[in-house]
């Protein structure tokens, strides 16, 4: 069985900032994409930043500048450097990965249980 696993998650003042890890464990036979959710309180789930196997990421306008993930390849984990954080990215951040567990599966997403961030003035 697949697991994602956040940490990182905290209190923090506005300004402040905040290293978010997840780490993908159990059968996997490729880790493909991966990225980093939100969801504030009465608010949709909205995309936050994603990285491709390759490296290549891609971030929501509202974070760029201001975030940057990265990814571990062997350690099968994420991050998501969050500086000059503002009281509008307090939410619950959520790991994506899109992965195959087996060689002839097909690829299918799994999400973390999510962590939560609360930034403060």
């Known amino acids: 069985q697949v697991q994602l696993v956040e940490s990182g998650g905290g209190l923090v003042q506005a300004g402040g900032s905040l290293r978010l890890s997840c780490a993908a464990s159990?059968?996997?036979?490729?880790?493909?994409?991966m990225g980093w959710y939100r969801q504030a309180p009465g608010k949709q789930r909205e995309l936050v930043a994603t990285?491709?196997?390759?490296?290549?990421?891609n971030y929501a306008d509202s974070v760029k500048g201001r975030f940057t993930i990265s990814r571990d390849n062997a350690k099968r984990t994420v991050y998501l450097q969050m500086n000059s954080l503002r009281p509008e990215d307090t939410g619950v951040y959520y790991c994506?990965?899109?992965?195959?567990?087996?060689?002839?599966?097909?690829?299918?997403?799994?999400w973390g249980q999510g962590t939560q961030v609360t930034v403060s003035s």
């Open positions: 159990g059968s996997i036979y490729m880790l493909n994409a």
């Open positions: 994506n990965a899109n992965l195959r567990v087996r060689l002839f599966d097909s690829g299918n997403e799994y």
């Open positions: 990285i491709t196997n390759g490296g290549s990421s």
